[in-house]
């Protein structure tokens, strides 16, 4: 079972809530992910839409909501946004992003380690979105960070995990859980993280852009248990010699005896 | 006497002002409340954060709360995201 803040969830498969075409797909999605937890976004109001609410579609019972602070350039930016997130959800779950530049969504390292300090100071549960970097991993854990939050590949870009070597680094040494984000674009990246022994992933650009989000979400919970399941089991190594997986003695006849 | 001073006028009784809300120029009756604000954008008051010159309101506070000459308000809520 994985832990979180104090939490405890039986799905590892987080999902993201935007660019989804309608809020019954995506409650929809929601659901058949088996998700315990969801990303949402702080923006100003449509004053054209005031009514357009996403919290009207999201089940709170089921799901533990997880603020981010996309948009934020800087740490000030990032902490002014998750003081309004936390006056806006009553709880102080917090995905931390600070990305200045629009062009890679790249996490500046230096500021998210900041807020991630001034944050933990001030009570939040913080979920820092990082380059998946092995010291930072551990700069922001010793931050207190309930979990870290490496990217598989850039913001959208469906690459998968393009930094496996530096996230094995990463499972390998931290102390708090590492969940996967960013990039995860098929079941199939999902399910490697995963065996690589990360303790969750978070996907969203995958499901809800899907030409059937519900079906793809279903194809991510199972990829998600599936690769956990293999992680738990233990998985064989690796080796550059074949080897084997038929046994090479006991021949059946002396016409067989090639195969001894 | 100031720029924003000299913005003021009457009609109906009411002294005209301006806020900025969410970045843009909105003209309001002097006597207005967050709660008032809300009521006329539309805005259910349980869906939104307030946040008036970089400080947040708290909902108990919308009701007593009145908007002067050139606040900045911003009216955040949450939306998709990843």
């Known amino acids: 079972m994985l832990t979180i803040g104090g939490h405890t969830f039986n799905s590892r498969l987080f999902l993201g809530t935007g660019k989804f075409s309608s809020s019954a797909v995506m ?30 579609a999201l089940d709170r019972d089921k799901c533990v909501f997880l603020p981010n602070t996309s948009g934020a350039r800087n740490a000030e930016e990032a902490i002014r946004l998750a003081h309004l997130a936390r006056a806006a959800s009553g709880s102080s779950w917090l995905k931390l992003e600070v990305t200045p530049d629009p062009r890679t969504l790249l996490p500046d390292p230096v500021e998210t380690l900041k807020a991630t300090e001034e ?6 549960i913080v979920l820092p979105y990082m380059n998946a970097d092995p010291i930072l991993a551990l700069r922001l854990q010793d931050a207190g960070a309930a979990a870290v939050m490496p990217l598989g590949s850039p913001i959208g870009t469906n690459q998968g995990i393009l930094t496996a070597f530096q996230i094995e680094i990463i499972i390998d040494q931290a102390r708090v859980p590492v969940v996967v984000d960013a990039g995860i674009g098929a ?25 059937d989000p519900v079906a793809m979400a279903r194809a991510f919970a199972q990829a998600v248990e599936a690769g956990r399941t293999a992680f738990v089991a233990g998985m064989g190594s ?4 074949a080897q084997a997986s038929s046994p090479l003695t006991g021949t059946l006849t002396t016409d067989l005896g090639f195969l001894a | 006497m100031t720029v924003n001073r000299l913005r003021f ?32 954008l539309g805005v259910p008051s349980t869906s939104v954060v307030v946040e008036l010159n970089k400080t947040i309101i708290q909902p108990d506070s919308y009701a007593t709360t009145s908007l002067q000459d050139n606040d900045q308000m911003e009216l955040i809520r949450f939306v998709g995201g990843g």
């Open chain 1, 27 to 56: 409650k929809e999605a929601i659901e058949a992910s088996g998700t315990e937890m969801v990303t949402v976004a702080l923006r100003r109001v449509d004053l054209e839409n005031p009514e357009d609410d996403i919290m009207s």
């Open chain 2, 9 to 40: 006028f009457f009609s109906n009784n009411h002294c005209i002002m301006q806020i900025h809300l969410n970045g843009s120029p909105k003209t309001i009756t002097n006597s207005m409340t967050v709660a008032m604000l809300l009521q006329e």
């Open chain 1, 187 to 211: 079941p199939s990246h999902a399910a490697l993280a995963m065996e690589m022994g990360a303790d969750a992933v978070l996907v969203n650009t995958a499901i809800s852009v899907a030409g």
């Open chain 1, 119 to 124: 944050l933990v100071r001030a009570g939040f």
């Open chain 1, 238 to 241: 690796r080796s550059k010699q």
